[in-house]
């Protein structure tokens, strides 16, 4: 069975840093996406970050960009999430999802199918 687990959640302040970790149980495929998203109590998710086959193939939604950055390491089966410059609107559960969605859907929660148990990151002032 197909599984994602999150690692490296936990709680930062403001302007500070943390880095999650998606690890796949077994090898995903070039054509496999691999994404995060994140969700407040009473929200939808919301996707920030996208990835399929190279690493340099990443797109961020604008809540995110320029102060996040997804790694993948293909050997490892891992999806790397560096979060930089947090802000205290950062703050949310954050899934690890994987699929194959089609590009318009790529930071749609419906474009997934595969997704982990979430880990807790909070941003205090």
């Known amino acids: 069975q197909f599984r994602l687990v999150e690692s490296g959640g936990g709680t930062a302040q403001a302007g500070g840093s943390l880095t999650l970790t998606c690890t796949a149980s077994?090898?995903?495929?070039?054509?496999?996406?691999m994404a995060w998203f994140r969700q407040t109590p009473g929200e939808a998710r919301e996707g920030i970050a996208s990835?399929?086959?190279?690493?340099?193939?990443?797109i961020y939604s604008d809540s995110v960009k320029g102060r996040f950055t997804v790694s993948r390491d293909h050997t490892k089966n891992t999806l790397t999430l560096q979060m930089d410059n947090l802000k205290p609107e950062d703050t949310a559960v954050y899934y690890c999802?994987?699929?194959?969605?089609?590009?318009?859907?790529?930071?749609?929660?419906?474009?997934?199918?595969?997704w982990g148990q979430g880990t807790q990151v909070t941003v205090t002032v």
């Open positions: 999802a994987a699929g194959t969605p089609t590009s318009d859907w790529r930071l749609k929660e419906e474009g997934f199918h595969i």
């Open positions: 077994k090898r995903t495929g070039y054509s496999t996406h």
């Open positions: 990835n399929v086959g190279y690493p340099g193939n990443t």
